[in-house]
């Protein structure tokens, strides 16, 4: 009887072992799954914002608008982005460089400043994305039509808002990230003499990078309207016809 027990033992364990294995088959099918049903959601969700765009862009142009492309490709704001941040923060050093009595800590720990700075980097891109919607909203009178969604391409989180906007508002929304994080740290840092404000700073302007080129983009498109692309980095500008031909 007990060399009968023995054997079953063996058979027993293979039964186990299956059942764990099916077990885990089935978690990592629910996980592809739940992997997949998100993926699908937010192409639908891509779907539909670029169909509202674009009926957006029908509408202005039956009211007599010329549409002027005004997005840049991925790798063209990566590029030029990267361009305009070296230059700004160029003249950021050089400044910190002339005028500013080094202080070298922040909190009188080197660990503490880092720890800082790293929550500065963490926290800074929520912030930005955060303080365009701010600035469209206030500036524009309203918060509707704002989006939060990440670009697969240059593998970043962005803010779109789906509604056409004045030219003035929409400038002032597309830089005021780089204004309150980038380019005002290293005014105080210069002031200050901080070098880890300098470095927050810096960090900011390279992550405005491509603000600063849609903005440079914004001030010589010559629309009336703009409305901002879903997926893309820019904008669609508007003018009426006869200001569009004099440009």
């Given at each position: 009887?007990?060399?009968?027990?023995?054997?079953?033992?063996?058979?027993?364990?293979?039964?186990?072992?299956?059942?764990?294995?099916?077990?885990?088959?089935?978690?990592?099918?629910?996980?592809?799954?739940?992997?997949?049903?998100?993926?699908?959601?937010?192409?639908?969700?891509?779907?539909?914002?670029?169909?509202?765009?674009?009926?957006?862009?029908?509408?202005?142009?039956?009211?007599?608008?010329?549409?002027?492309?005004?997005?840049?490709?991925?790798?063209?704001?990566?590029?030029?982005?990267?361009?305009?941040?070296?230059?700004?923060?160029?003249?950021?050093?050089?400044?910190?460089?002339?005028?500013?009595?080094?202080?070298?800590?922040?909190?009188?720990?080197?660990?503490?400043?880092?720890?800082?700075?790293?929550?500065?980097?963490?926290?800074?891109?929520?912030?930005?994305?955060?303080?365009?919607?701010?600035?469209?909203?206030?500036?524009?009178?309203?918060?509707?039509?704002?989006?939060?969604?990440?670009?697969?391409?240059?593998?970043?989180?962005?803010?779109?808002?789906e509604r056409k906007m004045r030219r003035v508002p929409y400038f002032l929304g597309t830089l005021l990230p780089f204004l309150l994080l980038g380019a005002a740290p290293c005014a105080a840092a210069a002031a200050s003499g901080s070098v880890w404000l300098l470095i927050g700073g810096i960090y900011n302007i390279f992550c405005a990078g491509a603000d600063l080129c849609v903005a440079a983009k914004a001030v010589f498109c010559g629309g009336t309207?703009?409305?901002?692309?879903?997926?893309?980095?820019?904008?669609?500008?508007?003018?009426?016809?006869?200001?569009?031909?004099?440009?």
């Amino acid at each position: 009887m007990k060399r009968e027990e023995a054997e079953d033992f063996p058979q027993e364990k293979e039964e186990a072992q299956g059942s764990s294995s099916e077990k885990e088959i089935g978690k990592a099918q629910k996980r592809a799954d739940r992997k997949k049903y998100r993926a699908e959601k937010a192409r639908l969700r891509e779907i539909a914002a670029q169909e509202r765009f674009e009926k957006s862009c029908r509408e202005l142009k039956g009211q007599g608008f010329v549409q002027k492309d005004c997005t840049l490709k991925a790798r063209s704001a990566l590029w030029l982005g990267f361009a305009a941040a070296a230059i700004v923060s160029a003249a950021a050093l050089l400044l910190y460089a002339l005028v500013a009595q080094k202080k070298w800590s922040l909190t009188g720990a080197l660990w503490l400043d880092c720890a800082c700075m790293a929550a500065v980097f963490v926290l800074s891109i929520p912030l930005h994305e955060g303080l365009h919607a701010l600035g469209w909203g206030v500036l524009s009178g309203t918060f509707d039509g704002l989006r939060f969604g990440y670009n697969r391409e240059l593998l970043t989180v962005y803010c779109a808002c789906e509604r056409k906007m004045r030219r003035v508002p929409y400038f002032l929304g597309t830089l005021l990230p780089f204004l309150l994080l980038g380019a005002a740290p290293c005014a105080a840092a210069a002031a200050s003499g901080s070098v880890w404000l300098l470095i927050g700073g810096i960090y900011n302007i390279f992550c405005a990078g491509a603000d600063l080129c849609v903005a440079a983009k914004a001030v010589f498109c010559g629309g009336t309207w703009v409305l901002d692309h879903p997926s893309r980095c820019g904008f669609y500008a508007f003018a009426r016809e006869k200001r569009a031909k004099e440009d």
